[in-house]
């Protein structure tokens, strides 16, 4: 009885951190990687479905191919899934390649996300934290997973990490003294 309680304890503790960035328990999370759409999901997808603002111009590859899925993708569609009842198993990787990096999360909408039974699953952009990830930086955030290009590398008088404050002439931080001070 132990050993299954310990078992269950650890695999609750592992699917808690795989899908640690998935609010709220969705099934499905979903980021952008340039022009790949990824997913971390706790179910296997049996098919899926958005809409694009024709920013997916050639929508294709990824898990969905590989796992036997026909991906179609028009000027504002992007519609995957199996004729044989292959499916995307339980897992994370990238779900389908965009053709370009021009998509944002904004850019995809209406997703639509079936299980092998055909069951709606739930879905939700994953909450990544985004900051400074050069360790170089004054500014370095060591929780940031993904850098949002605020990386500053000098400190002003004041000792601001990208401060814009300087010294006038008299030596004063951020002074006004516009009088010839030499």
């Avoid at 304890?9 to 328990?25: E, M, S």
């Avoid at 000098?154 to 814009?164: I, L, N, P, R, Y």
């Amino acid at each position: 009885m132990k050993t299954l309680r310990n078992t269950i304890f650890l695999t609750l503790a592992f699917i808690g951190f795989t899908f640690a960035n998935c609010p709220n328990g969705e099934d499905v999370c979903l980021s952008l990687d340039g022009s790949s759409l990824n997913y971390d999901s706790s179910e296997d997808i049996g098919g899926f479905q958005f809409n694009h603002d024709g920013c997916a111009t050639g929508a294709s590859g990824g898990d969905a191919a590989e796992n036997g899925f026909t991906v179609t993708a028009t000027s504002a569609t992007v519609l995957a899934f199996s004729f044989s009842g292959d499916f995307i198993p339980t897992g994370a990787g990238t779900l389908v390649d965009l053709g370009s990096a021009d998509c944002t999360e904004s850019s995809l909408t209406g997703f639509v996300f079936s299980s092998t039974a055909g069951t709606p699953l739930t879905f939700a952009w994953s909450e990544v934290a985004s900051g400074c990830t050069d360790e170089t930086a004054c500014n370095y955030d060591s929780d940031a997973e993904e850098d949002d290009g605020s990386c500053a590398y000098t400190e002003d008088c004041f000792g601001e990490c990208g401060g814009s404050a300087v010294e006038d002439c008299a030596g004063v931080c951020d002074g006004d003294a516009v009088v010839d001070c030499a």
